[in-house]
């Protein structure tokens, strides 16, 4: 074409492309549900827009907020269109090129590791999955403040952009028509497509139509004699007093056949899951809702969630997922750009997925949705943000959040105190969930009681570790005060890089000979947790390496403390003032004749370690 302007793709994008250009992957279907998210996220810009400018949605079928499939069986073309916001020329550019976003070498990596391409959505760069089915793409694209343009490539490090001056105008949005590789020949097929439409994008919220073929019976004048003898043989078969009538009237003669016409077929159901009442959705459409949220297409299922609505000065209703697995980055951007998972609508228009607003930090790994009948429609991004109502629906969130989280540790046989060796063998899908979610979310648990005082108790529950009496299981708070000594006071703990090298803690003597449970804390973030939590249940936490433990009568070390007296005071002046503060008797230990303990609010040694690691 003569003004089409050339580009290269950026490095990174462009070794993705040859991934999947080459990619062996048999599930090639993921294509199409990108597409079709893409045109989704499209649609909910406009009509976003919308809300403070009726105009941008123009007049006509302009106005209509859908997608629409199509194919082109003879050119091998199945396209996409949606009535989107569409694409500048520099959209086109900037989004389809030459700007890698962060997913870019993350997924890259994967791939090379054997990672599932399944997750590509995931990793926002869905759109090159049109590769796997195709070897030549075209993107046509109309934006409001633009002319129309024409995207092409054919995967080979280059892309080409013109302005479109031989396709129909769209009015606006895009249209992505893939010229099908050999291989991808069955995406031609209709049925095979409306399968697709209902596994994948069953909770799409605008109407998605395929451009389907009928059958239908139409009648046709017969000419000749012959043909019409036949129908006339068939027909008489049901009343030959009919035709003997109709000859008697000189009709003339027809016959039937079939012709395939095309019409607008309407492939999804658009009643949205959250308004529905929560009795009527299977836990399955639950998952399958689960799956579409999280571009999360493997077969495993939520580990909970929960669905409710909330009444009174603030409205809305709710679905919460605790995901199968943590995402890839849930905490390697913590502490700066995570995002909440949770979208936002107000009154069934979608506002946005980046509302940090909704959910606390450490929730984020939660999935979901929040529809409000409160918030205002009309308004900025800006001015809802800073809506009063949105502290309400936070507040209420976490507390659902959590209590979903309990409920999961509840339902879980692992976690009760009976005995479930009978029952082996009982198939129970709750079982083992707890551990599962802790594996993957009790990090965030963890942050939760560092960051949010409000709730730090609720949080201490959902606690879970290891301790010299668990035998390698998890055990909680509520557990390890069930089986206190009569007369401790404190809990106990112990710091360390792990089980095994705290077990074999020196610390750990005198406790253990006098039948104390003590606590491991194994993870770095662990030492931070204990600067804030304080308390439990009006128990105390101890340190068992720092000073201030009391086991046993204090009264039995008070004599031996006499005695020792000389010993220890030559001792403290032996390792001198800048290395101990003081030098004590103690009932710590049993076999070990001294430990170096630290003080109540100094550093842990461990927590020594951490820092010096950290600043290396
Ligand atoms: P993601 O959807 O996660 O952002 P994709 O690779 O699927 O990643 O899409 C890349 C970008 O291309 C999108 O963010 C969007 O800006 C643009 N885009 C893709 N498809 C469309 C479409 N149908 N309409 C408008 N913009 C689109
Ligand atoms: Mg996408």
């Known amino acids: 074409r003569s003004n089409a302007e050339k580009f290269e793709f950026q490095a990174e994008v462009s070794r993705l492309m040859d991934i999947i250009i080459n990619s062996l992957y048999s599930n090639k279907d993921i294509f199409l549900r990108e597409l079709i ?13 919308s809300l403070t400018d009726k105009e941008v949605l123009g007049e006509g079928d302009n106005t209509k907020l859908e997608i629409m499939i199509k194919l082109d069986k003879e050119k091998k073309i199945l396209s996409i269109r949606d009535r989107g916001i569409g694409m500048t020329k520099e959209d086109l550019i900037k989004n389809l090129g030459t700007i890698a976003k962060s997913g870019t070498s993350a997924f890259v990596e994967k791939m090379q590791t ?87 994008s069953e909770f799409i919220n ?38 003997e009538e109709d000859d008697a009237e000189k009709k003339p003669k027809t016959k039937t056949v079939k012709e395939t016409t095309y019409e607008w077929e309407l492939l999804n159901d658009v009643k949205a899951i959250w308004l529905r009442s929560p009795k009527e959705v299977t836990d399955e459409e639950y998952t399958k809702f689960y799956h579409s949220l999280a571009k999360d297409f493997s077969d495993e299922k939520p580990l909970a969630w929960s669905h409710f609505s909330a009444e009174g000065d603030v409205e809305f209703k709710a679905v919460l997922f605790v995901p199968p697995k943590a995402p890839h980055d849930l905490y390697e951007s913590y502490y700066n750009s995570r995002k909440s998972n949770l979208k936002l609508y107000v009154r069934r228009v979608f506002i946005s997925d980046e509302f940090d607003e909704l959910l606390p930090k450490y929730l984020s790994f939660l999935m979901g949705l929040v529809d409000s009948d409160t918030l205002p429609l009309n308004v900025s991004r800006e001015m809802l943000q800073q809506h009063s109502s949105l502290k309400t629906i936070k507040k209420k969130l976490i507390r659902k959040a959590l209590d979903m989280i309990r409920k999961i540790a509840d339902e879980d046989p692992d976690e009760s105190d009976k005995d479930h060796s009978e029952e082996a063998g009982e198939e ?10 802790w594996n993957e979310f009790g990090k965030s648990i963890k942050l939760g009681i560092i960051e949010d005082a409000q709730n730090r108790n ?3 529950k959902l606690l879970r570790f290891e301790t010299t009496k668990s035998d390698g299981k998890l055990t909680s708070l509520d557990k390890y005060i069930s089986r206190m000594k009569p007369g401790q006071k404190d809990i106990f703990y112990l710091t360390g890089t792990s089980k095994e090298q705290l077990e074999k803690s020196p610390f750990l003597e005198g406790l253990k000979k006098k039948d104390y449970e003590v606590i491991f804390f194994t993870d770095p973030v662990d030492e931070y947790l204990m600067q804030y939590l304080m308390d439990y249940e009006d128990k105390k936490f101890q340190n068992v390496s720092k000073e201030g433990l009391k086991i046993g009568k204090e009264s039995k070390i008070k004599d031996l403390k006499e005695s020792f007296k000389e010993l220890t005071s030559w001792w403290k002046e032996a390792l001198s003032s800048e290395n101990v503060d003081s030098v004590k008797i103690s009932n710590r230990l049993d076999n070990t004749p001294c430990v170096v303990v630290t003080s109540k609010y100094g550093w842990s040694a461990n927590m020594e370690k951490i820092m010096q690691s950290q600043t290396l």
């Open 37 to 49: 998210s893409n045109a989704s996220d499209a649609l909910d810009k406009i009509r976003f827009l």
């Open 114 to 200: 054997g990672g599932d391409l399944n997750l590509i959505g995931q990793f926002g760069v869905g759109f090159y999955s049109v590769y796997l089915v195709s070897d030549y793409v075209e993107v046509i694209s109309k934006h409001n403040d633009d002319k129309q343009y024409v995207w092409e490539s054919k995967a080979d490090g280059a892309f080409a952009i013109s302005e479109d001056t031989w396709n129909e105008p769209l009015g606006r949005g895009t249209e992505i028509r893939l010229h099908l590789r050999d291989e991808a020949k069955e995406y031609l097929d209709e049925s095979k497509l409306k399968e697709l439409v209902k596994k994948y």
């Open 206 to 243: 605008f109407p998605i139509y395929l451009w389907a073929s009928k059958e239908v019976d139409v009648e046709v004048p017969s000419d000749e004699e012959e043909s019409s003898d036949v129908e006339e043989k068939s027909e008489s078969e049901s009343s030959e007093e009919e035709i």
């Open 428 to 437: 129970n899908e709750k079982k083992g969930l707890y551990t599962k979610f």
């Open 458 to 460: 609720r949080l201490a």
